[in-house]
T-cell receptor, first 111, second 111 residues
């Protein structure tokens, strides 16, 4: 158990819908990272938050957004969902910025 | 930007045999390097990390990795594989505010 929690574990929704994925980092970690894992793209970095502030963006679509709250949990919002958004979404947290600990992931299926 | 490559997409090994997974990095200075494992349906678990110092790094689950600057490699090894080691293994390197992952190596363990 990494200490990073993610909910829900599975999510099935229809095209055009909006979903919210939630992540709670390890105790003491201020950084939260979101990654997407798909068969064709592999593991791709989406976005990084540090202590409530956005620090870096990767290959994140404009339809996707995230935030980190004062209690340090983070939410990833995915809207206008398309079939191609089906993937595993991982959250990771870090204290040092290099060593990252991953949650169990949320498997999103868009039908 | 730092990057890693994993030349082997899939490796099959007999239970009890030794295992070596290859990872090559691209960076001029000494990088930080990580190996993660992803069991089927699970998140990524940190196996071991290299920051500096001893070039032979011990990790969890009986794994070790050796940093070789002359070969730009950080190969993962296990002397005797167990059926539970069947998983996907990722080499990773920090890159600005994110981890950049190799494409992964899937390990199949045959009885």
């Amino acid at each position: 158990d990494s200490g990073v929690t993610q909910t829900p574990k599975h999510l099935i929704t229809a095209t055009g819908q909006r979903v919210t994925l939630r992540c709670s980092p390890r105790s003491g970690d201020l950084s939260v990272y979101w990654y997407q894992q798909s068969l064709d793209q592999g593991l791709q970095f989406l976005i990084h938050y540090y202590n409530g502030e956005e620090r870096a963006k990767g290959n994140i679509l404009e339809r996707f957004s995230a935030q980190q709250f004062p209690d340090l949990h983070s939410e990833l919002n995915l809207s206008s969902l398309e079939l191609g958004d089906s993937a595993l979404y991982f959250c990771a947290s870090s204290f040092t910025g290099d060593e990252q600990y991953f949650g169990p992931g949320t498997r999103l299926t868009v039908t | 930007a730092q990057s890693v490559t994993q030349p082997d997409i899939h490796i099959t090994v007999s239970e009890g045999a030794s295992l070596e997974l290859r990872c090559n990095y691209s960076y001029g200075a000494t990088p930080y390097l990580f190996w993660y494992v992803q069991s089927p349906g699970q998140g990524l678990q940190l196996l071991l990390k290299y920051f500096s110092g001893d070039t032979l790094v011990q990790g969890i689950k009986g794994f070790e990795a050796e940093f070789k600057r002359s070969q730009s490699s950080f190969n993962l090894r296990k002397p005797s594989v167990h059926w539970s080691d069947a998983a996907e293994y990722f080499c990773a390197v920090p890159n600005d505010y994110k981890l950049s992952f190799g494409a992964g190596t899937t390990v199949t363990v045959r009885a």
